[in-house]
């Protein structure tokens, strides 16, 4: 039951006829998907929901995150402040990391140096012992 509100989330974004669904807080801050973390690249930079949200920090997440070599911002943003130069992805510990095309009538570039990037975290990540 614990994870019952992530299940309805993915249940209602695929009858709207998206993959998945971001939540936010009441504010409208940016959280997580129903089965992944969320985060976003761009100005040189990592950006993910600031730690101190309710979410679920996943452990791939963490993983990723200790191995990306830039700099990690921590943030309370909305979707938008979402820049449309930004790279977004979401991650997991069975889907890796998935680049976002676009939350709803907002679209987002795919940098192929940023998932370069991406994807040796990802190698590094998936050697540590606590995956």
């Not at 992530?6 to 669904?21: F, I, K």
């Not at 971001?22 to 761009?42: H, Q, V």
């Not at 449309?84 to 069975?94: M, R, W």
Request: proline share 5%.
């Amino acid at each position: 039951l614990a994870y019952l509100d992530h299940l309805y989330v993915r249940q209602y974004a695929n009858q709207q006829g998206y993959e998945d669904a971001i939540t936010r807080t009441r504010d409208g801050f940016l959280l997580e998907t129903g089965y992944s973390n969320l985060f976003w690249i761009d100005q040189e930079k990592c950006w993910v929901p600031d730690f101190q949200l309710p979410y679920l920090k996943g452990v791939f997440l963490q993983a990723l995150l200790s191995h990306l070599s830039l700099p990690i911002e921590f943030v309370n943003a909305t979707i938008a402040q979402l820049s449309p130069t930004a790279s977004v992805y979401t991650c997991n510990t069975l889907t890796h990391v998935r680049p976002v095309s676009s939350i709803g009538n907002q679209f987002f570039p795919r940098h192929p140096t940023w998932e370069s990037v991406l994807q040796r975290a990802t190698t590094e990540a998936l050697k540590d012992d606590t995956l």
